[in-house]
Structure formats: structure tokens, C-alpha cells
């Protein structure tokens, strides 16, 4: 079964999703899965708290598993059912009994999944149960809207009758009006002479077989061209008119006038899917957070309008287009002819960038307003889904602080991203299921002795072919889930353990995440008070980030460790995020510096004046140093000779498992 995706989520997102599952580990994981369709998802933890949410939240769809304490998850349908025969329901089940089938199908459920969850079922149906909603909806919808045409048909609606083969035989004045055509010009016809060339075949393809072959009615946004050329878009309902023996005698269309009201983002959906080889230029105000702030809407929506008019002026300078869309939220776009103008790809950037740097700084003036404008350019030309990338390019723009990017395919990389950010987290899970995750150790050695004084601890996961992943490939994954936490506490018990088997210390890698996670820090302090005689060889390297929330926290707990004599270095000091205020906030007593900084000080002038900054600091406070990344004897004397007294790399030692210690 083919699905499409597009259509698939342009329905689902719209929808609240309940899904009811008592093992926390399975709700979590499949929430995750399912978010990925729902907007809106609300979990249960069995049956009389998902009977309890569906009674209380408007829920449109249901998802349960059957076994579950208080009330299982086919009781729980049957007792939906008695309320709604309409909404949809899938059973997720790990079993496979018939019995469980047939009571699914006497309670009227939609649908049936074993676990774990196969996406492209789940895909299937999903996509089944949403077109059997959605067809639903539009039954409903275009049955009220036949009343009112009934009611009011040539003072409200646009409307013609064609005969069976498609020629006009009747139109109202309203037709006429927004056409440009007379009644004499339009009799007789058929009624493709108001279709717009850029109307994809398949939407009137999709019409006749709607109309004609299936007898249903037909409902949707078309774009025409009245008889001067001009654009406009009618959303359309076309009805068969059938005789007693279900014969064809004629259809009649009702429609409205939609080019003013219409969603300007909808409006360029629609484009992008007119155009055969569409360009995609998609602008976004820089600094548009900070105009909500300072403005009130009604001066928001002009400032909007005038610079849709400035960039208009601009960009029809050198291209020809239909309009500049006005998205809302400081977001406009504009679509070009891939044909027409994208004769040499460098040459085509090259004049986008021309054209935003002379918009950048332009002056829009409203009555007593002036602004300033800074814009953010994000073209697409390439692969699919092209609205979807143009808009992550803006938001990646944001990140990066940057200002112009071609974003092609970027909506399917990220697609492919979370699939596989999916499987990662499988894979995690069942690594700690099956203590899979292990911990190496990687020798810190004094500069002068040459010896080692402590052994960093560092996680590896082993997956199920043997392989030694590092957590560069599993970690930040983990951080979107409970996982990262369990990972920590493994690692920690792992470290502490091992103070007991060898002389020297422990260097155990802390994050933010780590300090602010209750678990995790309840795990840190039962380990000290169990392994309180060792604590004093244990150093907290803290890894700095920018996404801190609470210092005082942080604060707090160094204090804390601190007393039972752990030590604490800050991690990769020099690059990234390193502040000297916030250093002297924390009081460390070692400084760790940045790999990025020491791997070619032997060729960076930069890097060594960096580090000789660092290294008189450090001294200067008491603060001992260790430097990362020593790969060679060259690399070792130079940062022996700056005075820093401690050394860790690939030189002296990899990291290796703890039974080889």
C-alpha cells in the first residue's frame, strides 16, 4: 500500500491522539514515535485513566494496548464505543491470539498492531484510519454546505452546470463576474476555458473519478484564470445530479471566492504544487521577536505589509513572480521559475545575495515608526518537500547566526534523522537491559613523573554485533529521553566501584543534566556516603553548557561534594562556551584544556598563546591544569615545558576497558 506521507500528516496533525500504555518504558518510546504524527498526543497509564482522559478531552483518536491493570484495553474500547461509534481505535498488542482479534472486531475497532511497532504498519494504518476520518469530515461538510447553497445559490456562491461530458450549460452572475467572461462566451463551452495551466492533472483527475465513475462529491481548492489572465482560487464542491437509476444526468458546481480569505500559507502550498520547477525563496524578519515585543499588532500586520511592498519592488527588479506571500510571524516567500531563471546555480546565489544585502538596512517608515530591515534568506530548488525545508533552513539560520542558505532536501534529511534517532534509542535501551553499556578508562599521568595519577571514566555502549560504539553515536540521543539518566548512574556506580580495586583516582564526566536530574544526584551522594574513605580520589569534571538553567544549583552542588574532599575540574576550558566569571564562581580546583587547543600547539601560535593564558591564570589561582589530546612526544614537552602539570592522550594510553586496569 502506497502512502502518502504529506497527506497522511496534513490530517493526523490536526488531530488529539490518546494512547494508553501501562509499561513506562513502551509509552514513552511510542509517544515518541507517534509525535512524530500528532501534535497533540495525551498518554494513559491504563484503562480507567484513558476511559477518564477521553471522557474529559476532546480526543478524536485512540490508541490502547490490551493488558493492563484496572481495566484492560479492549474493556476500555468497548466502554468508548458505548459513547462514540464513530471515533477511531487501534489495539497495540504484543499478542497474537485469535480470541483477542475476534472481540477487537465485535467491539468495532479499526485497526490491530503487534509490538514492537513496525513504522511503515503503523504508517499504513494510521493512513487508512485518517482517510476514513477525513472522508467522514468532508461528507459532513459538504452536506452543510449544500444547504446553504440551496438557501442562498446565486447571491452567495459561484455556480455552473455542466452536461455529462464537462460543457457549460448554465452559470450565474457571480460566474461571470469573477471570470471576465459573458454568459454567450461561457455556454457551450467546456469548463476547463477558466482552468489555469498550472493546475496539476491529477487534481482534475482525481475530480472525474470522484464525480463520474465513484458518483460522489467532489471537493477542493482550484485555481483559474479569469479572461484578462489574473489568478484566482475557488473552493469548489462539484455534485453528479443523478436519475432514479443512478444515471448522470448533469453536475453542478458551487464555489467561493477564497483569493482573499485564503491562508496566505495555504495560498503557497498550493503554488508550490502548481509549479512543475519551482524556486523556492523563503524571507524571514531577523529580528522579529523583538518587534512583537515593542509593537502593538495593528502596527505589526502594516510594518508587514510595507516591507512585503519593499520586497516586492526588489525582487521584481530582476525576476518575474506572482506576488510575495505574506506567511505572518515576519516569514514572506516567493516562488520562481526553476526554467526560467536558474541557468548556472552559483551565478543564480550570487544575485539572491546581491538582492538581500541591498534590502539589508532598507527603512521602512509607518507614521512615527522606523525600522530597520535585517533580513534571513533561505532558497530551495531541490528534492521535495520544499516549503518544509525552506522553513528548517530559517530555524537552523537562527541557531547558526547566519543569514543566507541553500536549504535542499533538508525536510527529508531531518525525516531520516529522527528514523534514525529512533533506532538509536532501540538500541540504547536494550544495551541497558542487556548492561550493555560499559565503562573504559583513559590514564591521566603527572608531567613530571610520567606515571598515572588518576584514570578518566568514559561510557561505550557494546551493541549486539560486539561493536565498541563511542558515545559520540548514542549519547546526545539519549538526552531526549529517561535514558541519559540511567546511562549516568551506570557510569557512576561502574567509577566508584572501581576506586576500590586501584591506588589512583577517578575522573567522572558531569553535565548539566547530570546536577539537575533529582535521580541522578541521589545516586552521586549515596555513592559518596557508601565509598565515603575513597572519596577524596574522585574528580566531578563538569562539562560546560550553555544551556545551564539554574547556577545557584550548580553552585550548590559543587559546595556539596566538595565536603566529603571530591574534586572538581572543569572540562574542554579554553573553547565553546569558558567563562572566567562563572570559573571563579565554580572554584575549581583543575582545569582540563580544550583538546581543540592542544592537538596542533606545535604548529598554532594562537593556540599556544591561548594556553600560556590559561596556564598563568590557572597558577596564578592554584588551580592545577591537565591537558588533553597529547598524541606525540613533541606535543607532550611543549605542554610540560608551559608549566601544565598533568597530561592525557593516545600518547601515554587509550581508553580501555576496566578489567585491564
Not at 504498519?121 to 440551496?150: D, G, M, P
Not at 496566505?264 to 523563503?282: E, G, R, T
Not at 546565489?349 to 527603512?363: A, K, S, V
Request: include cysteine; charged fraction near 30%.
Amino acid at each position: 500500500m502506497k502512502v502518502d506521507i504529506d497527506d497522511l500528516l496534513k490530517y493526523s496533525r490536526q488531530l488529539t491522539l490518546l494512547y494508553v500504555e501501562d509499561n513506562e518504558d513502551a509509552r514513552e518510546m511510542t509517544a515518541m514515535i507517534l509525535e512524530d504524527f500528532f501534535d497533540t498526543v495525551i498518554t494513559a497509564s491504563d484503562g480507567q485513566e484513558g476511559l477518564k482522559a477521553f471522557e474529559s478531552e476532546k480526543i478524536d483518536i485512540v490508541i490502547t494496548d490490551i493488558n493492563m491493570p484496572k481495566m484492560d484495553g479492549l474493556e476500555l474500547c468497548a466502554k468508548i464505543r458505548e459513547i462514540d461509534q464513530e471515533i477511531p481505535l487501534i489495539i497495540l498488542s504484543a499478542h497474537n491470539e485469535d480470541n483477542y482479534f475476534i472481540e477487537s472486531i465485535q467491539i468495532g475497532v479499526n485497526g490491530y498492531l503487534l509490538k514492537p511497532i513496525d513504522i511503515d504498519r503503523l504508517t499504513e494504518l494510521l493512513y487508512r484510519v485518517i482517510q476514513k476520518f477525513k472522508y467522514s469530515i468532508e461528507a459532513k461538510e459538504h452536506l452543510h454546505l449544500l444547504k446553504i447553497y440551496q438557501e442562498a445559490t446565486n447571491q452567495s456562491s459561484i455556480v455552473s452546470k455542466t452536461d455529462p461530458k464537462g460543457i457549460i450549460t448554465f452559470v450565474n452572475d457571480a460566474f461571470c463576474e469573477i471570470s471576465g467572461y459573458s454568459r454567450e462566451e461561457l455556454i457551450g463551452k467546456p469548463h476547463n476555458i477558466v482552468r489555469h495551466p498550472d493546475n496539476p492533472k491529477s487534481i482534475f483527475e482525481e475530480m472525474w473519478r470522484t464525480i463520474k465513475e465513484e458518483k460522489r462529491i467532489w471537493k477542493g481548492i482550484v485555481r483559474n484564470r479569469a479572461k484578462n489572465g489574473k489568478s484566482y482560487w475557488v473552493d469548489s464542491l462539484v455534485m453528479p445530479i443523478v436519475d432514479i437509476h443512478g444515471e448522470i444526468q448533469e453536475y453542478i458546481s458551487l464555489r467561493h471566492d477564497v483569493t482573499d480569505i485564503m491562508n496566505p500559507a495555504k495560498q503557497l502550498a498550493d503554488a508550490v504544487k502548481h509549479l512543475h520547477s519551482p524556486i523556492l525563496v523563503y524571507i524571514s524578519l531577523d529580528d522579529f521577536e523583538m518587534l512583537e515585543e515593542f509593537y502593538d499588532n495593528t502596527t505589526i500586520e502594516n510594518l508587514q505589509t510595507a516591507c512585503a511592498k519593499l520586497f516586492h519592488t526588489e525582487f521584481a527588479k530582476a525576476y518575474d513572480f506572482d506576488k510575495i506571500y505574506t506567511i505572518g510571524n515576519g516569514e514572506f516567500a516567493l516562488l520562481l521559475d526553476k526554467n526560467l531563471y536558474f541557468k548556472d546555480e552559483e551565478s543564480f546565489l550570487n544575485q539572491l545575495r546581491t538582492i538581500q544585502n541591498n534590502l539589508q538596512g532598507e527603512q521602512v517608515t509607518l507614521e512615527d515608526t522606523t525600522y530597520d530591515v535585517s533580513i534571513l534568506l533561505s532558497v530551495v530548488y531541490e528534492g521535495e518537500k520544499i516549503l518544509e525545508s525552506a522553513r528548517l533552513g530559517i530555524k537552523d539560520m537562527r541557531k547558526k547566526k547566519r543569514t543566507f542558505m541553500t536549504a535542499n532536501r533538508l525536510a527529508t534529511q531531518r525525516q531520516e534523522s529522527a528514523k534514525k534517532n529512533m533506532q538509536t534509542l532501540a538500541l540504547i535501551k536494550n544495551a541497558i537491559k542487556e548492561q550493555r553499556i560499559v565503562s573504559y578508562f583513559q590514564p591521566i599521568i603527572d608531567n613530571k613523573t610520567r606515571q598515572p595519577v588518576k584514570y578518566e571514566s568514559l561510557v561505550r555502549l557494546i551493541d549486539e554485533s560486539g561493536n565498541i560504539l563511542s558515545p559520540y553515536l548514542f549519547l546526545e540521543a539519549s538526552k531526549r529521553s529517561h535514558y541519559y539518566s540511567q546511562i549516568s548512574r551506570i557510569v557512576l556506580e561502574h567509577s566508584f566501584e572501581k576506586l576500590s580495586h586501584i591506588h589512583e583516582g577517578i575522573s567522572i564526566n558531569l553535565s548539566a543534566i547530570d546536577i539537575e536530574h533529582k535521580g541522578t544526584k541521589e545516586t552521586i551522594f549515596h555513592l559518596l556516603e557508601q565509598y565515603q574513605s575513597f572519596a577524596d580520589r574522585i574528580t566531578f569534571e563538569l562539562l560546560e553548557d550553555e544551556n545551564i538553567r539554574d547556577f545557584e544549583l550548580i553552585k550548590e552542588f559543587i559546595s556539596r561534594v566538595k565536603s566529603y574532599g571530591v574534586t572538581i575540574a572543569i572540562d574542554d576550558f579554553g573553547s565553546g562556551y569558558s567563562n572566567f566569571e562563572r570559573l571563579l564562581d565554580y572554584q575549581p580546583d583543575i582545569l582540563k584544556i580544550d583538546g581543540s587547543l592542544i592537538r596542533n600547539i606545535d604548529q598554532s601560535d594562537y593556540s599556544l598563546s591561548v594556553v600560556k593564558s590559561i596556564v598563568t591564570f590557572a597558577n596564578e589561582q592554584g588551580i592545577r591544569t591537565i591537558a588533553e589530546f597529547i598524541e606525540n612526544e613533541k606535543i607532550f614537552k611543549i605542554t610540560r615545558d608551559l608549566g601544565i602539570d598533568c597530561s592525557q592522550g593516545y600518547y601515554f594510553g587509550k581508553p580501555l576497558p576496566s578489567i585491564t586496569l
